[in-house]
């Protein structure tokens, strides 16, 4: 089984940033992907980024693009995410998750974190 525990949300003015992290624990050898969903609310869970453990390759949400950025230290069993000028529509629970190797970098996730709560209004 693997652990994730998030940390960073809060509440921002449009046009703020936030970080995110992410610590991974237990079978961390199995995990070949780690990164975001998020749950707006009334709407369904959606994929906001996603990293391989190697860091070679990502994959974003198309809203996202230019504005979030994922990153992974392997070092530390971390996954980050840069969340810059941030858009009310961005209000959401973000879920840390990873997922198994026969999964892909869009495939299900495996294990979700507790959620953080991401809030952007003036």
């Known amino acids: 089984q693997v652990q994730l525990v998030e940390s960073g949300g809060g509440l921002v003015q449009p046009g703020g940033s936030l970080k995110l992290s992410c610590v991974a624990s237990?079978?961390?050898?199995?995990?070949?992907?780690m990164g975001w969903y998020r749950r707006p609310p009334g709407k369904q869970r959606e994929l906001v980024a996603v990293?391989?453990?190697?860091?070679?390759?990502?994959t974003y949400e198309n809203s996202v693009t230019g504005r979030f950025v994922v990153s992974i230290d392997n070092a530390r069993n971390t996954v980050y995410l840069q969340m810059n000028n941030l858009k009310p529509e961005d209000t959401a629970v973000y879920y840390c998750?990873?997922?198994?190797?026969?999964?892909?970098?869009?495939?299900?996730?495996?294990?979700w974190g507790q959620g953080t709560q991401v809030t952007v209004s003036s």
């Open positions: 990293i391989t453990t190697s860091g070679g390759t990502t």
């Open positions: 998750i990873e997922t198994a190797g026969d999964s892909g970098l869009r495939g299900r996730p495996r294990s």
């Open positions: 237990g079978n961390i050898g199995s995990i070949y992907a």
